[in-house]
């Protein structure tokens, strides 16, 4: 389901940095930061949870930060220090009535943003 908008993608070179922002996330449980490269499964690789707890892919820790601002009806992902295999579309999710631990797997998400292209080259 697409419920959710993303914003932010767009190309920069190797080490540059970006924001996406997703908006609708607000009151979830859980929200996650998706991406998906062609003929690959979608991978989760930033999640936060309602009382701020985060959860990172291996590959991206020390370098994308997860936020939440629940007033403003807005999450965010920062990303620094951009590499090539980071290209990808970025999707957005959120679930709002499962109530147990947040995790990085895509099936735990009902609600989805459409995606926004992240390219970075070298």
């Known amino acids: 389901q697409v419920h959710l908008v993303e914003s932010g993608g767009g190309s920069v070179q190797r080490g540059g940095s970006l924001t996406l922002s997703c908006g609708g996330a607000?009151?979830?449980?859980?929200m996650g930061w998706f991406r998906q490269v062609s003929g690959k499964e979608r991978e989760g690789i930033a999640i936060?949870?309602?009382?701020?707890?985060?959860i990172y892919e291996e590959s991206v820790k020390g370098r994308f930060t997860i936020s939440r601002d629940d007033e403003n009806n807005t999450a965010y992902l920062r990303m620094n220090n951009l590499k090539p295999e980071d290209t990808a579309i970025y999707y957005c999710?959120?679930?709002?009535?499962?109530?147990?631990?947040?995790?990085?797997?895509?099936?735990?998400?009902?609600?989805w943003g459409q995606g926004t292209q992240v390219s970075v080259s070298s």
């Open positions: 936060i949870g309602d009382g701020g707890n985060t």
């Open positions: 607000a009151g979830s449980h859980c």
């Open positions: 999710a959120a679930h709002f009535v499962w109530t147990g631990f947040c995790t990085r797997n895509k099936n735990d998400y009902d609600y």
